[in-house]
Every structure is written in structure tokens, then in C-alpha cells.
């Protein structure tokens, strides 16, 4: 069936170091993108977003690339922070379904002092 | 997000009972869900309302049942709650009127829900 997945479920990475979170997705008509952060205890909270007509978007520190080729999504976080160390999520977003989020299983983020 | 509350944070029920779970929200959004945890799974919706008289079933209904008591509000109820609905649940809105992003959802605090 058609999924929004994850690569890998845990991450490591060095403080200071730059993070790569990746995320395929399936489905041709998926046409917005958001990545989730969420922390330990907490709901998860809005980081960043893509629409399909885009190739990079980039934030504060973050920077997500879509790839509508191989269906992929990536998260970039520079200089990683351990603040960052949380769960994150990508969501898509398909028209021709309500216009419902479909959130992927997620990826830990440990950072290392 | 404080805007989006959920009580209680966490409860420990027996196999059977009715449980409740309340959301409320201070956002002035329309839209409503709740979705459930569970790890490795990342996050399953079961109900979601688009307006007070709007109720639509998630991917995983079965077992739950939810009240749109006013705008502000969204509650989900287990009628017979059973270990595996032991999980994490979340209350999240969005506002579908265009202003900010339209398609996020803010999400409360989460419920810990442990079912014996």
C-alpha cells in the first residue's frame, strides 16, 4: 500500500555535526509536506514545510529538500544542537484524501556530546 | 502547546471500563482530531471534525467514539477500554479559513493511557 515511511529509525550524530533525517513517500499525489519535531513528553510541533511546486525550502537551521523524482523528503538540521535530540516526523499531505495529514513512523535524533 | 490542552495527562484504567478523554482548545480553529502512538507506528488517526455538526472516522475507529461538544472542544471516549489500546493519544486542531499555514496541525500534550 502507499506510505509515508522513514529510512531509518534511530540517528546519531556529534554536536556540531549536521543531521540528515530522511523520508520517502509513495504517493504521486501528495503535494504538501511538514516535518514534525517532538520531544520526550510532549506533542510533536510544527519545524517545516514544502509544497510540490518547490525543491528546497530552508528555515532557521533547517533545510528540506523534496525530491518529486524518487519520492523522497529530507531534513537537514546544521550544527546539530543536543536541544535537537527529539523524534521527528515527516506528514504528507494529499488532496484527493480530505486533505488529511499521513504521518510517517519516525526517526529518533540522539545527539552525542 | 498550551493552547491545546488535553486531561488527564495520564491514567491507568482496568479492562472494560469506559474511559474518557478530553481536549480543549483556545485557537479559535475548526478542525479537530485525535490520533493515537504507538511506537514504531507513528501516529494513527481515529476521528477527526471539521465543524461542531462533523464527525468523520480515522483509519482505526474501531473501539472509540468521540463528541464535539462546542468548537473549542473534542472528546474521546474507549466504551470498553482493552490492553492494547494502552498507547499515547493526541488532540491536535487546524484551521481550514487560510490563516497561517492551513494544513498544520498543533498538537496538546498527550495523554499516557495504560489499560490492565
Known amino acids: 500500500g502507499e506510505s509515508v515511511g522513514l529510512h531509518l529509525p534511530t540517528l546519531s550524530v556529534q554536536e556540531g555535526d549536521n543531521s540528515i533525517i530522511n523520508c520517502a513517500y509513495s504517493n504521486s499525489a501528495s503535494d504538501y509536506f511538514i516535518w514534525y519535531k517532538q520531544e520526550s513528553g510532549k506533542g510533536p510541533q510544527f519545524i517545516i514545510d514544502?509544497?510540490?511546486?518547490?525543491d528546497k525550502r530552508q528555515g532557521q537551521r533547517v533545510t528540506v529538500l523534496l525530491n518529486k523524482t524518487v519520492k523522497h523528503l529530507s531534513l537537514q538540521i546544521a550544527a546539530t544542537q543536543p536541544g535537537d535530540s527529539a523524534v521527528y516526523f515527516c506528514a504528507d499531505l494529499r488532496n484527493n484524501a480530505g486533505n488529511m495529514l499521513t504521518f510517517g513512523g519516525g526517526t529518533r535524533l540522539m545527539v552525542k556530546p | 502547546d498550551a493552547d491545546v490542552t488535553q486531561t488527564p495527562r495520564n491514567r491507568i484504567t482496568k479492562t472494560g471500563k469506559r474511559i474518557m478523554l478530553e481536549c480543549s482548545q483556545t485557537k479559535g480553529h475548526d478542525r479537530m482530531y485525535w490520533y493515537r502512538q504507538d511506537p514504531g507506528l507513528g501516529l494513527r488517526l481515529i476521528y477527526y471534525?471539521?465543524?461542531?455538526?462533523?464527525?468523520n472516522k480515522g483509519e482505526i475507529s474501531d473501539g472509540y467514539s468521540v463528541s464535539r461538544q462546542a468548537q473549542a472542544k473534542f472528546s474521546l471516549s474507549l466504551e470498553s477500554a482493552i490492553p492494547n489500546q494502552t498507547a499515547l493519544y493526541f488532540c491536535a486542531t487546524s484551521d481550514s479559513r487560510g490563516r497561517g499555514r492551513r494544513y498544520e496541525q498543533y498538537f496538546g500534550p498527550g495523554t499516557r493511557l495504560t489499560v490492565t
Open positions: 514544502i509544497r510540490s511546486n518547490m
Open positions: 471534525s471539521f465543524d461542531v455538526k462533523d464527525i
